[in-house]
């Protein structure tokens, strides 16, 4: 009866298969993104016919567009983009401006050999390029974050390994929904396991699973035991079996996201790069900071006297709060705030947690408390939208910080910050960063020093156009601090 219910699920999971409806999703978002970047693109240049003088031809423009959506989507396809199951965000991003940036090429020489390329705006077409890849990304952004939730999402996986290594991939694979590795069964090798893995059913027996992908067209499965534990159990029958084998590898202390592989003469050699010391991109880090604070700095200066202003009018109290924090090699600096607490914060404080044990363990956990009795009114509303935190675009205009990095920790934090010190100060601290974008409040102390090891070990200036796209969509949300 169980393992009638067990294939039930199976091959409800495996119905619920909608590879191709996502290629048509993701076919209809990047004609609609790339459509909507060429009007925005001839409209500006449109709007700025009485200060530039031309005029923009709009039966080229439309003659073009066609062979540059054709250029893109075809482009898109031949680099895996459809559906694009397996890719992180960040290298979702590069194949999107690769295949843009190579699409915009073929643009020009199509232009070119028509004799079209003087009646066609070069405006327009810089224009093109950059808004196409920004609209695809977003638009592509956009869909793996609405329809990952979707059962239908994804390609079923199989699972194969030792229960208390394969649990815990099981589980990232769920929770990491965007990549869309939905697994549909499990399998132990050692045969100590028949009950669900976390909703995921089990076949008890190799030859019951090698039936069932047979018969079910399962094309991936995912080995999560080790190298020499898994060639122990003889694996030549999984290659006549699954087209698509994934190893997991055991723990690097350096990054995980930019990993290359190698063929040393038939042995299997593994490089990551560690982009943290390479001297080039942090300088390409630093001048991208600076020119993306810059712009912020001049977009947001009339709300900064607002908010000054009302910070005054709401508690007694410098509209400012400099707080000592531990910056790149461990030295100490002021971080700037809006100052969103009442005078007497740590009185507060240390009161509260006298009295109530339940907020000593809350703040012993976390370092926050969901109802912080310090913070003031507007406090609040800043805090939730992380406006308290604009002052510290000073502190990266001095160098003191980052507009992207790990968290800036308090001083007295550091015996608790252990031996994640040692790489966590080798960068300055960021304005915003990888842990504020992936579990803010939700977080344990110890959930965020792995998240800002993470940023470090895998940092890229993708990864940081990432978190600044994030960082929008998380403010937005009000999801704030």
Same mark, same amino acid.
């Given at each position: 009866?169980i =393992?009638?219910?067990?294939?039930h699920k199976?091959?409800?999971?495996?119905?619920?298969?909608?590879?191709?409806? $996502?290629?048509? #999703?993701l076919?209809?978002?990047d004609i609609?993104?790339?459509?909507? *970047?060429?009007?925005v693109?001839?409209?500006?240049?449109?709007?700025?016919?009485?200060?530039?003088?031309?005029?923009?031809n709009?039966p080229?423009?439309?003659?073009?567009?066609?062979?540059?959506?054709?250029?893109?989507?075809l482009?898109?396809?031949?680099?895996?983009l459809?559906?694009?199951?397996?890719?992180p965000?960040?290298?979702?991003?590069?194949?999107v401006?690769?295949?843009?940036s190579?699409?915009?090429v073929?643009?020009?020489?199509f232009?070119?050999?028509?004799?079209l390329? %003087?009646?066609y705006s070069?405006m327009?077409?810089?224009?093109?390029?950059?808004?196409?890849?920004?609209?695809?990304?977003l638009?592509?952004f956009a #869909?793996r974050?609405?329809?990952?939730r979707f059962?239908?999402w994804g390609?079923?996986?199989s $699972?194969?390994?030792?229960?208390?290594?394969?649990?815990?991939?099981?589980?990232k694979?769920?929770k990491?929904?965007?990549?869309?590795?939905r697994p549909a069964?499990?399998?132990d090798?050692?045969?100590?396991?028949?009950?669900?893995v976390l909703?995921?059913?089990?076949i008890?027996?190799k030859?019951?699973? $090698?039936?069932?992908?047979t018969?079910?067209?399962?094309q991936h499965?995912?080995v999560?035991?080790?190298?020499?534990d898994?060639?122990?159990?003889n694996?030549?029958?999984?290659r006549?079996?699954?087209?698509n084998?994934?190893?997991v590898?055991?723990?690097?202390p350096?990054?995980?996201l930019w990993v290359r592989?190698?063929d040393l003469?038939?042995?299997l050699? $593994?490089?990551?790069n560690?982009?943290?010391?390479?001297?080039? =991109?942090t300088?390409?880090?630093?001048?991208?900071d600076?020119?993306?604070?810059i712009?912020l700095?001049?977009?947001?200066?009339p709300?900064?006297l607002?908010l000054a202003?009302?910070?005054k009018?709401?508690?007694?109290g410098?509209? @400012?709060?400099k707080?000592?924090?531990?910056?790149q090699?461990?030295?100490?600096?002021d971080?700037?705030?809006?100052?969103?607490?009442?005078?007497?914060a740590?009185e507060?404080?240390?009161q509260?947690?006298?009295e109530?044990? *339940? *907020?000593?363990k809350?703040?012993e956990?976390?370092h926050k408390?969901?109802?912080?009795?310090?913070?003031?009114r507007?406090g609040?509303?800043?805090?939730r939208?992380s406006l308290?935190?604009?002052?510290q675009?000073?502190?990266? @205009?001095?160098g003191?910080?980052?507009?992207?990095?790990?968290?800036s920790?308090?001083?007295?934090? %550091?015996?608790?910050i252990?031996?994640?010190?040692?790489?966590i100060?080798?960068?300055k601290?960021?304005?915003t960063?990888?842990?504020?974008?992936m579990?803010?409040?939700?977080?344990?102390?110890?959930e965020r020093l792995?998240?800002?090891?993470y940023?470090i070990?895998?940092?890229?200036?993708w990864l940081?156009i990432?978190?600044v796209i994030?960082?929008?969509w998380?403010?937005l949300?009000g999801?704030?601090?």
């Amino acid at each position: 009866m169980i =393992e009638k219910r067990n294939n039930h699920k199976i091959k409800t999971a495996l119905l619920e298969n909608r590879s191709p409806v $996502v290629n048509i #999703v993701l076919l209809l978002v990047d004609i609609l993104t790339i459509t909507l *970047a060429v009007i925005v693109a001839a409209t500006i240049r449109w709007l700025l016919e009485p200060i530039m003088g031309g005029h923009v031809n709009w039966p080229i423009l439309f003659r073009g567009l066609i062979y540059f959506m054709a250029f893109n989507l075809l482009l898109a396809w031949l680099n895996g983009l459809y559906p694009g199951f397996g890719l992180p965000a960040v290298h979702e991003m590069q194949k999107v401006l690769y295949v843009v940036s190579l699409a915009t090429v073929f643009l020009g020489v199509f232009l070119f050999l028509q004799q079209l390329a %003087l009646a066609y705006s070069r405006m327009i077409f810089l224009m093109t390029w950059f808004f196409s890849a920004l609209f695809m990304m977003l638009g592509r952004f956009a #869909v793996r974050n609405i329809f990952s939730r979707f059962s239908w999402w994804g390609i079923p996986i199989s $699972v194969i390994g030792s229960q208390e290594v394969a649990a815990p991939v099981i589980e990232k694979m769920i929770k990491d929904r965007r990549l869309g590795f939905r697994p549909a069964c499990y399998f132990d090798p050692q045969n100590t396991q028949t009950l669900p893995v976390l909703s995921v059913p089990v076949i008890e027996n190799k030859d019951s699973l $090698v039936d069932f992908v047979t018969n079910s067209g399962i094309q991936h499965v995912i080995v999560t035991d080790s190298i020499e534990d898994i060639m122990d159990l003889n694996i030549h029958w999984m290659r006549d079996v699954f087209p698509n084998i994934l190893f997991v590898l055991q723990t690097s202390p350096l990054g995980s996201l930019w990993v290359r592989t190698i063929d040393l003469h038939g042995t299997l050699v $593994v490089e990551t790069n560690y982009h943290l010391l390479n001297k080039r =991109e942090t300088i390409i880090k630093r001048i991208l900071d600076m020119i993306i604070t810059i712009f912020l700095l001049l977009l947001t200066w009339p709300l900064y006297l607002i908010l000054a202003i009302l910070i005054k009018l709401d508690s007694k109290g410098p509209v @400012l709060f400099k707080q000592e924090r531990l910056g790149q090699d461990g030295k100490l600096f002021d971080s700037l705030k809006f100052r969103t607490m009442y005078e007497n914060a740590e009185e507060k404080l240390m009161q509260l947690m006298e009295e109530d044990p *339940a *907020a000593r363990k809350e703040y012993e956990e976390y370092h926050k408390l969901a109802n912080d009795p310090r913070i003031t009114r507007v406090g609040k509303f800043l805090r939730r939208y992380s406006l308290d935190e604009l002052p510290q675009i000073i502190n990266i @205009l001095k160098g003191e910080m980052n507009l992207i990095g790990p968290r800036s920790y308090l001083p007295r934090e %550091l015996p608790e910050i252990g031996d994640y010190a040692i790489i966590i100060h080798k960068v300055k601290p960021g304005m915003t960063g990888w842990w504020q974008v992936m579990g803010r409040n939700s977080t344990t102390f110890e959930e965020r020093l792995k998240l800002d090891e993470y940023y470090i070990s895998n940092w890229s200036i993708w990864l940081d156009i990432y978190i600044v796209i994030k960082t929008f969509w998380v403010l937005l949300s009000g999801q704030g601090l």
